[in-house]
């Protein structure tokens, strides 16, 4: 396709409970969308930066400016046939991973419609439903946390995730697993622990974790390995991993035995690709993780996750467990036995609903190629 029209806007969308974590609260979810036009197709794609720099370095204000001045430039008015065609323009531009990655959603998806393609098969995936789960934030007490736990429970979800944070962390584990000992139960620091915490996550050991992600630094590689070597419960990375080579060094140090992939953290689905199949090798279960996104990047998320090496369920709820509104159709829904179906139409296999997106847009620009 000849990309004849880029458009990108700053969403700003309520979430249906303010989300805490580690890194702080929110209760508004910002992101960038992308829409490209060319051959007459349009594609769809999501940006998973936030207002502050607080689980990642980018933002809104910084995605924005790198699109506008280096990745749109470098691909406006070309002819791609293909996404690696695309990634070669910008691949000199360092970093601005989740900018990159909501740029090239955009163009699978146009160039999954010129193919009458579902996203899911461009990509590689084998599965119609995948396994998904929830992740739920602090609350103002483990009673609390425990009532909220049994709510997902209560809807479907089988496997859920809690946020834990210095000084509130084994007291909620002790509190989930004595309510309900036989549920698939983990747990996501966000960085927020040093090697001294080293007894801590021993006596988390006692808990039947599926997993501890990102105990320690958000840079941090080497450290988790030497913690890892101190657990029975394996560590999963996510901020840490923003590569397949940053993987392989995960991998090859033991630092961590799961990893959970997110196409923004990456840069996009290709690089989240090259994860999995390292992963798929190595015999390293990968799982696909959440940036509270609305329909348009949870569309990419589902597909990517239909891929065979993601085996553990994603953090990927339905549409209402984030936004009383999507700005998708058909909304995202929880199916049997805690799974979700994979869309099948062409592309991402959703519509956008312009109406919706007007409406939570803050700002909007539009380039066009002469
Ligand atoms: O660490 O996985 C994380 C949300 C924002 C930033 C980081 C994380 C999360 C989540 C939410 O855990 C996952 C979801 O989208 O459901
Ligand atoms: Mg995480």
Not at 173 to 190: G, K, S
Not at 338 to 356: C, F, K, N, Q, Y
Not at 358 to 365: P, Y
Request: charged share 25%.
């Amino acid at each position: 396709m000849r990309v004849e029209r880029i458009e990108i806007r700053h969403t700003k969308m309520e979430l249906v409970s303010a989300f805490e974590t580690s890194m702080g609260v929110e209760a508004t979810e910002d992101h960038i969308i992308v829409r490209v036009d060319g051959d007459g197709l349009t594609g769809w794609g999501e940006c998973a930066v936030e207002e502050f720099p607080l689980y990642s370095s980018e933002t809104v204000q910084t995605a924005w400016s790198v699109l506008h001045d280096c990745l749109i430039p470098a691909v406006l008015g070309r002819r791609i046939e293909r996404v690696d065609e695309a990634v070669a323009l910008w691949s000199k531009f360092r970093g601005h991973r989740m900018a990159k990655a909501g740029l090239e959603q955009a163009l699978w998806d146009a160039l999954a419609k010129a193919q009458g393609l579902p996203l899911s098969k461009m990509l590689g995936g084998t599965r119609d439903r995948v396994p998904v789960g929830v992740s739920v934030g602090l609350q103002a007490s483990p009673e609390v946390l425990v009532r909220k736990v049994a709510a997902h429970l209560e809807e479907g979800y089988r496997r859920i995730k809690i946020k834990i944070a210095p000084g509130r962390d084994l007291e909620l584990v002790r509190a989930v697993r004595r309510e309900f000992p036989e549920i698939l139960f983990q747990v996501d620091a966000n960085s927020a622990y040093d090697l001294s915490f080293t007894p801590l996550f021993r006596a988390m050991d006692d808990y039947d974790l599926l997993l501890i992600e990102q105990p320690l630094s958000h840079e941090d590689i080497y450290d988790h390995s030497k913690l890892q070597k101190e657990l029975q419960t394996p560590i999963c990375l996510d901020e840490s991993i923003h590569s397949a080579a940053d993987a392989r060094a995960a991998v090859e140090l033991r630092s961590c035995r799961i990893i959970n992939i997110k196409p923004g953290r990456v840069g996009g689905f290709l690089e989240s690709m090259a994860i999995h199949d390292f992963c798929a090798a190595n015999g390293i279960p990968v799982w696909h993780g959440g940036m509270l996104e609305s329909g348009i990047g949870r569309a990419g998320n589902v597909a990517l996750a239909s891929l065979p090496n993601f085996t553990l369920p994603g953090d990927i709820s339905a549409s209402r467990r984030y936004y009383k509104q999507d700005i998708v159709e058909p909304e995202f829904v929880l199916g049997p036995d805690s799974t979700m179906a994979v869309p099948t139409g062409p592309g991402i296999g959703v519509e956008v609903l312009p109406d919706r997106l007007d409406k939570v847009t803050e700002r909007r620009e539009e380039f066009r190629s002469s």
